[in-house]
């Protein structure tokens, strides 16, 4: 136990610690070191997070977090909006743009299915994704959307692509997916861009198993 000085400051360790991978103490450095800075400063700090929940949106139509109600990625009309790249999450995005190899939009999970930890279908933006894909086919009289399930490939990401491979067959007119030039079980975010940009490059139809 960590005798604090202060009530102030223990609340302020006891936030900073309840962030994934921080411990009481580096908490304390982190607050310790944020006394030091002039007063603006942690006004500043304090109020960029603050605007995390009352300023960020969430596309309305893929997902991903933005300014506005629709995404920069998804208001380019210079992107190809008939080819969908399926995600878990935020960071998968970023991972796969930051490889600028991929100049379609995309539709974020929010997750994957996983029963061990209470994550079901009804949890994930899958049925708005076979909305969007609806909208699609009705708009163009057949279905022309190429869909690329770009999700993680250990069990519950393979599980998760084969949900979501079943709820839309039939309404994207192709279901591709990563070339494996990432191992079992790796997570997009830490596949350096050359390898996700070939992935991506090379992708391959998605053949349920």
Do not use: W
């Not at 995600?87 to 997750?111: C, F, K, N, W």
């Amino acid at each position: 136990m960590i005798d604090y000085p202060s009530k102030v400051l223990q609340e302020a360790v006891e936030a900073i610690s309840s962030l994934p991978g921080v411990g009481a103490r580096s908490a304390l450095r982190l607050a310790l070191h944020l006394l030091k800075q002039p007063e603006e400063n942690i006004h500043h700090f304090a109020g960029a997070i603050d605007d995390l929940a009352t300023k960020i949106h969430y596309c309305k139509e893929c997902n991903m977090i933005s300014d506005s109600d629709h995404c920069a990625i998804c208001s380019d009309q210079k992107r190809d909006h008939d080819t969908i790249c399926v995600v878990e999450s935020v960071r998968d995005v970023m991972s796969i743009e930051a490889t600028g190899q991929y100049q379609g939009v995309y539709h974020v999970l929010g997750g994957i299915i996983s029963p061990i930890n209470g994550i079901g279908p009804g949890d994930l933006a899958i049925d708005a994704l076979v909305e969007r894909l609806k909208r699609a086919a009705s708009e163009s009289q057949k279905p022309q959307t190429e869909v690329i399930l770009a999700l993680s490939g250990d069990v519950e990401g393979e599980t998760t692509s084969f949900y979501i491979y079943r709820k839309i067959a039939g309404l994207a007119a192709k279901i591709s997916t990563l070339a494996r030039g990432l191992g079992f079980g790796d997570d997009l975010e830490y596949a350096d861009s050359l390898t996700l940009g070939r992935s991506i490059v090379n992708r391959q139809e998605f053949r349920p198993q």
